[in-house]
T-cell receptor
Framework: AQRVTQPEKLLSVFKGAPVELKCNYS??????LFWYVQYSRQRLQLLLR??SRESIKGFTADLNKGETSFHLKKPFAQEEDSAMYYC???????????FGGGTRVLVKP | DAGITQSPRHKVTETGTPVTLRCHQT?????MYWYRQDPGHGLRLIHY???????DKGEVSDGYSVSRSKTEDFLLTLESATSSQTSVYFC??????????????FGEGSRLTVL
């Protein structure tokens, strides 16, 4: 069975400070990992996926298979980054996502 | 936003009554999903569909049924609503396919309260 764990329910940081959202997963096969974000009054949307290796809105995430982690990082948080963030996993070429419990990020001015 | 609409957006009902939530898409995507969102649990998959009349259970399917008679519509039914089914329900769609893009497009959510 696949499982995604986000240990922090709430992260509060000041504007300009680094922010790191932790995501750990358990899956026996080869996973694909994603980060989704839900801004206030907006739909849940894809932020980034590990296979594309791109940086979106200054966020990056590296898949560490040894530690089974996919932490999301941004060196300088902005107020507009305040949102709910979900880590998600699917098997390779799969179409069914398993989500973590979510981390709410609050960026204070 | 992807063409996904959910109805109703808000509903209050009483324990024991049946409830149907509707998801309608205009993207002609193959895959459709119903998730529920609860604090501390994130999003949990209830049921999903990989084609017309092709559906399968997710991790929290007990007490729910689904139907997909047309590509564009995916219905979620609570046969006899219980207070534990008070939640926000999200419909999502994806193109799917052999490479499994994994990118889901979400509706705005339907908030259901069971008294």
């Amino acid at each position: 069975a696949q499982r995604v764990t986000q240990p922090e329910k709430l992260l509060s940081v000041f504007k300009g400070a680094p922010v790191e959202l932790k995501c750990n997963y358990s899956y026996s096969g080869s996973p694909e990992l994603f980060w989704y974000v839900q801004y206030s009054r907006q739909r849940l949307q894809l932020l980034l996926r590990h296979i594309s290796r791109e940086s979106i809105k200054g966020f990056t995430a590296d898949l560490n298979k040894g530690e089974t982690s996919f932490h999301l990082k941004k060196p300088f948080a902005q107020e507009e980054d305040s949102a709910m963030y979900y880590c998600a996993l699917t098997k390779a070429a799969g179409n069914k996502l398993t989500f973590g419990g979510g981390t709410r990020v609050l960026v204070k001015p | 936003d992807a063409g996904i609409t959910q109805s109703p957006r808000h509903k209050v009902t009483e324990t024991g009554t049946p409830v149907t939530l509707r998801c309608h898409q205009t993207e002609n995507h193959r895959y459709m999903y119903w998730y529920r969102q609860d604090p501390g649990h994130g999003l949990r998959l209830i049921h999903y569909s990989y084609g017309v009349k092709d559906t399968d259970k997710g991790e929290v399917s007990d007490g729910y049924s689904v139907s997909r008679s047309k590509t564009e519509d995916f219905l979620l039914t609570l046969e006899s609503a219980t207070s534990s089914q008070t939640s926000v329900y999200f419909c999502a769609i994806s193109e799917g396919g052999g490479t499994g893009t994994g990118e889901l497009f979400f509706g705005e959510g339907s908030r259901l309260t069971v008294l």
